[in-house]
């Protein structure tokens, strides 16, 4: 059974840092890209980052450009996100997700994300 | 503001067909990426309804189905039920890049 499992999130003050972890079973997790998304309380679903499956490619949404950083260890089966000068529009459950490479066709791939941690909440606020 | 648009709140009777847009444009749905659905009850972590426009995967009832014309995407739900009631959100590409409509939230009434 493929397991998402999130951790590290709390309550940050504006400014610091977070480093969020998702173990990882059930599959070979060094065959997958990996994914975090992120939620607002309230609000919809919000990609953060992506990367492939040996960290060749590395991809971050321009609202957390130069702030966050991806990373994998496939040894630990597990992905991280570390959050560097964090603000209260940070404030979100972060998801990690798995995607899935559906197809390719003319030199382009199709991915959908096929399975989602249950999320860990991140606060920022003073 | 949301790359790919869809309505804020739709809702249906028990029973009852109703359907989710999803409208991007040329650069994401329009330029070949597929559309793929996912479903948020309500404190839950989103879950993979839909896949490659209108791929259902096991487990899904076929109740719900998707479809893709041009530079938009729907959601099709037949036979309404209370526990459908929740958050959908589409999903594709745009510039090789993820990118999720802003949600819509389905009320069974």
């Known amino acids: 059974e493929v397991q998402l499992v999130e951790s590290g999130g709390g309550l940050v003050k504006p400014g610091g840092s977070l480093r969020l972890s998702c173990a990882a079973s059930?599959?070979?997790?060094?065959?997958?890209?990996m994914n975090w998304v992120r939620q607002a309380p309230g609000k919809g679903l919000e990609w953060v980052s992506s990367i492939s499956s040996s960290s060749s490619y590395i991809y971050y949404a321009d609202s957390v450009k130069g702030r966050f950083t991806i990373s994998r260890d496939n040894a630990k089966n597990s992905l991280y996100l570390q959050m560097n000068s964090l603000r209260a529009e940070d404030t979100a459950v972060y998801y990690c997700a798995r995607l899935f490479k559906w197809y390719c066709s003319g030199g382009s791939c199709q991915y959908y994300f096929d399975y989602w941690g249950q999320g860990t909440l991140v606060t920022v606020s003073s | 503001q949301s790359v790919l648009t869809q309505p804020p709140s739709v809702s249906g009777a028990p029973g009852q067909r109703v359907t989710i847009s999803c409208t991007g444009s040329?650069?994401?749905?329009?330029?070949?990426?597929?559309v793929h659905w996912y479903q948020q009850l309500p404190g839950t972590a989103p879950k993979l309804l839909i896949y490659?426009?209108?791929n259902r995967p096991s487990g899904v009832p076929d109740r719900f189905s998707g479809s893709k014309s041009g530079t938009s995407a729907s959601l099709a739900i037949t036979g309404l039920q209370a526990e459908d009631e929740a958050d959908y959100y589409c999903?594709?590409?745009?510039?090789?890049?993820?990118?999720f409509g802003g949600g819509t939230k389905l009320t069974v009434l």
């Open positions: 059930g599959f070979t997790f060094s065959s997958y890209s």
């Open positions: 040329s650069s994401n749905i329009g330029a070949g990426y597929d």
């Open positions: 999903q594709s590409y745009d510039s090789s890049l993820v990118v």
């Open positions: 490659g426009n209108s």
